[in-house]
């Protein structure tokens, strides 16, 4: 696609549960961000892929969030257990390398109940 | 720790006006510099960037400049348009390049 594309859009669940929120990158970009965003508040780095590989995981606020991108292109990012505070806009952005130009998608809106 | 401030955090202008947005940051070891656009209930829309080792970037009626050495970084809007009317976030990325770090946004208002 033209752009970076993030599913679903909206996502709802309950406290405790499991949830996969999905990244299309831009083609041909081999870096991949996650980030999330609080009303009110900037974007909160989480984790960053060059290719396949998580370079830089030192956002992720703890062990319950994790990220993969098996092939190098698609990302999910997934959360164990979730809790009320998780709730947030959580935002995917690509460049072609890393320190390059992020061009970032729609966002998914998570909310736990 | 990297820390990005903006200032003011809501303007409103009239139609026509220019203006400048401010961005500062605490630390000077960055990779790039990075301006976007937010418009409500969406994603961010990138509008410059800026390489550690430039002075300022432009695009139509946008130019960005960048100090690093003070920490400082502006946006400057000329002829401003109702259709500006957006949250507009700074982001400077770490050495590494593998981050970016944001401010809360400046949110701007213009009135016809």
């Known amino acids: 696609g033209a752009g970076v594309s993030q599913t679903p859009s909206n996502k709802v669940t309950e406290k405790g549960k499991y949830v996969e929120l999905r990244c299309d990158p831009i083609s041909g970009h081999t870096a991949l961000y996650w980030y999330r965003q609080s009303l009110g508040q900037g974007p909160e780095f989480l984790i960053y892929?060059?290719?396949?590989?998580?370079?830089?995981d030192s956002g992720l606020p703890n062990d319950r969030f994790f990220a993969v991108r098996p092939e190098g292109s698609v990302s999910t990012l997934k959360i164990q257990r979730t809790e009320r505070g998780d709730s947030a806009v959580y935002l995917c952005?690509?460049?072609?390398?890393?320190?390059?130009?992020?061009?970032f998608g729609p966002g998914t809106r998570l909310t736990v109940l | 720790k990297q820390e990005v401030t903006q200032i003011p955090a809501a303007l409103s202008v009239p139609e026509g006006e220019n203006l400048v947005l401010n961005c500062s940051f605490t630390d000077s070891a960055i990779y790039n510099l990075q301006w976007f656009r937010q418009d409500p209930g969406k994603g961010l829309t990138s509008l410059l960037l800026?390489?550690?080792?430039?002075r300022e970037q432009t695009s139509g009626r946008l130019n960005a400049s960048l100090d690093k050495s003070s920490g400082r970084s502006t946006l400057y809007i000329a002829a401003s348009q109702p259709g500006d009317s957006a949250t507009y976030l700074c982001?400077?990325?770490?050495?590494?390049?593998?981050?970016?770090?944001f401010g809360k946004g400046t949110t701007l208002s213009v009135s016809s």
């Open positions: 952005a690509s460049s072609w390398t890393g320190g390059n130009e992020q061009f």
């Open positions: 800026i390489q550690s080792s430039q």
């Open positions: 982001a400077v990325a770490n050495q590494a390049g593998t981050a970016l770090i």
């Open positions: 892929f060059q290719g396949t590989g998580a370079a830089d």
